[in-house]
């Protein structure tokens, strides 16, 4: 089976071009997901008079897994789910390739790492879910909190603090381990394409459309997800 886009090797410092990968829209997406999950994380251990922060900080979160969850249908190339979304032929061909150090590089998000985004997003998505019908008991409760029967506010909130914390906290450290493991074991840095959007690639591997329509395109998207969040939660207000 002739090998797709994704897998295609690349030849560390043979005939490479610089190309690029994430456009910005999903470069954007990751830094401002990862500072707003930091920030839920410890204005939800401060508690107090933090919390109406914590709430508006969950809304961001929300805004943003929807966005990317609508670019990954119309967002560049690499972005885009079909590129690379965790099918078995593409696990296994990742997994016989992890043998071979260095003499494989992979273009966009690789098969195991892309298990993982979609882990993140999913496991994001449940504790923006249980935290809308939290309660602290003591001055601050989600704004579903009132339309849920007490059982599910009590079950959620436990949730929240205990299951999905962890999972939430275990993922993120797995992240940052695998982007270690890449650095150490194939001599490849993930985080500067992250940071400016490009690789370095083989000749004829294709780049994410970044254009200023693209921008364009994803700020609109941005901003009706960011109103359905208001307008979801406005719900319970
Ligand atoms: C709470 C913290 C973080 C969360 C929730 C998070 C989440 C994610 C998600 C969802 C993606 C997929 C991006 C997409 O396609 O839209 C991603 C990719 C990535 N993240 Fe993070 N991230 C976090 C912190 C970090 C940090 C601190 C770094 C840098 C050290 C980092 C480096 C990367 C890199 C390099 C990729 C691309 C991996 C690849 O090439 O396949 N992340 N992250
Ligand atoms: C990804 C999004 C979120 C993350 C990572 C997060 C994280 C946390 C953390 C770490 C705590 C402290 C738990 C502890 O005491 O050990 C907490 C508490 C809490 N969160 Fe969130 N949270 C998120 C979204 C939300 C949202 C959207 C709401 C509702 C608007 C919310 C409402 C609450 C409440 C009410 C508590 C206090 C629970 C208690 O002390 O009984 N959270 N959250």
Known sequence: MPATDAERPTAPRVHTH????????????????????????????????????????????????????????????WSRFTT?????????????????????QHVGHNPLGALSIVAMLLILLM???????????IAFTGPWAVLAPSAWVSWATSYHKTWGKTLLLGLVALHLLAILFHRL???????????HGNQEVMPGTPSTHDNLGQRVLALVILLGCGALVRWLVAFGN
Request: hydrophobic content about 50%; overall charge positive.
């Open 18 to 77: 610089s190309v690029r990968i994430w456009d910005l829209p999903t470069r954007l997406f990751h830094w401002l997901l990862a500072a707003s999950v930091v920030g839920l994380v410890v204005s939800g251990n401060i508690g107090g008079n933090v919390m109406p922060v914590h709430a508006l900080l969950g809304q961001a979160v929300l805004t943003l897994v929807l966005f990317r969850l609508v670019w990954g249908f119309v967002g560049g190339h």
């Open 84 to 104: 690379f979304l965790p099918t078995p032929h593409r696990l296994q061909a990742y997994w016989q390739s992890l043998r071979r150090p260095a003499s494989h």
């Open 127 to 137: 504790q923006v879910g249980s935290g809308m019908i939290s309660d602290d008991e």
């Open 185 to 195: 074991r194939h001599r490849h840095n993930l985080v500067p394409a992250m940071l």
